[in-house]
Nanobody
Framework: VQLQASGGGLVQAGGSLRLSCQAS??????MAWFRQAPGKEREFVAA????????NYGNSVKGRFTISRDSAKITVYLQMKNLKPEDTAIYYC?????????????????WGQGTLVTVSS
């Protein structure tokens, strides 16, 4: 599965962005977003199973971010609201064909190239 992430950019604190992750095929069963800020470890952001029936979020983004997918199961979105400067990072989408849900980066075999989100104060 090839993944193409897009939608990053520069936004002021309190603003919104929507990231997209386009998959090359529908064979994934679990999809997630992770992020990595300079000098920090990769952090779990959000994950969902292919049905969309199971979703989970990292504690730092709960209530502000929403993961979803289109009906064709080709594109997964991350809607980000009330952005904060600490949300600044490179955001990566990741997919697995093995597990329907995971929040561990080691469980994901397929990764997008990352898209940079910068939140100014």
């Amino acid at each position: 599965v090839q993944l193409q992430a897009s939608g990053g950019g520069l936004v002021q604190a309190g603003g919104s962005l929507r990231l997209s992750c386009q998959a090359s095929e529908q064979s994934w069963v679990g999809m997630a977003w992770f992020r990595q800020a300079p000098g920090k470890e990769r952090e779990f952001v959000a994950a969902m199973n292919w049905r969309g029936s199971t979703k989970n979020y990292g504690n730092s983004v709960k209530g502000r971010f929403t993961i979803s997918r289109d009906s064709a199961k080709i594109t997964v979105y991350l809607q980000m609201k009330n952005l904060k400067p600490e949300d600044t990072a490179i955001y990566y989408c990741a997919a697995t064909q093995r597990l329907s849900y995971s929040d561990s980066p080691t469980d994901f075999s397929f990764w997008g190239q990352g898209t940079l989100v910068t939140v100014s104060s």
